[in-house]
């Protein structure tokens, strides 16, 4: 059967941290409150953002790493509150779109199993927790032998939109890359 994709994926290098929601009745209500809050307002800047690069882009650059240093600061306190039951956030390759990602693991984990995960966008340093459905895991070589594949679950509006802004300026720069390459 041939399998028909919702939105286009990319390769992708994102600190990723995950653990296996046992219950569907984990408390995970207030986390997602603040999160989406958070990046309620992370896509609100990108807008702001992206309007003032194109009247001053050094202004608009100055803004955009600022907004990635925050970023970067409320990642780590996130982290460090969520620290005890993960299995540590580490940079990874993962290939990634506006429905799932799939990413290597060192051990296999059970289809249809539900998964917490917190990833990190590079280089915006934009955070999301997103609850995760896996939904195939395939033997691969290498020192993580399993790949596993998981679609999104209840994603919010804001979340998607973060997600599918990211993946264009990564399509972007990917481009941009090859142009300037001879």
Aim: with cysteine; glycine share 4%.
């Amino acid at each position: 059967m041939h399998e028909r994709r919702r939105f286009f994926r990319l390769d992708d290098e994102v600190v990723l941290d995950f653990q296996l929601l046992l219950d569907d009745t984990v408390c995970v209500e207030q986390q997602h409150k603040q999160l989406n809050e958070f990046q309620a307002l992370e896509q609100e800047i990108g807008a702001l953002i992206h309007q003032l690069r194109s009247q001053n882009p050094t202004i608009g650059r100055l803004a955009e790493v600022f907004n990635q240093k925050l970023n970067l600061i409320a990642g780590e306190q996130f982290r460090e509150q969520h620290n005890a039951d993960n299995n540590g956030a580490e940079r990874v390759e993962v290939n990634l779109s506006a429905c799932g990602i799939a990413f290597a693991s060192r051990e296999a984990l059970p289809k249809h199993a539900k998964m917490l995960l917190n990833i990190q966008l590079k280089p915006s340093n934009t955070q999301l927790v997103l609850i995760g459905r896996i939904v195939g895991v395939d033997t691969t070589d290498g020192e993580k032998p399993y790949l596993i594949r998981t679609e999104f679950e209840n994603l919010s509006e804001t979340q998607q939109e973060l997600l599918i802004q990211h993946l264009f300026l990564l399509q972007s720069r990917h481009l941009k890359q090859r142009q300037e390459t001879p």
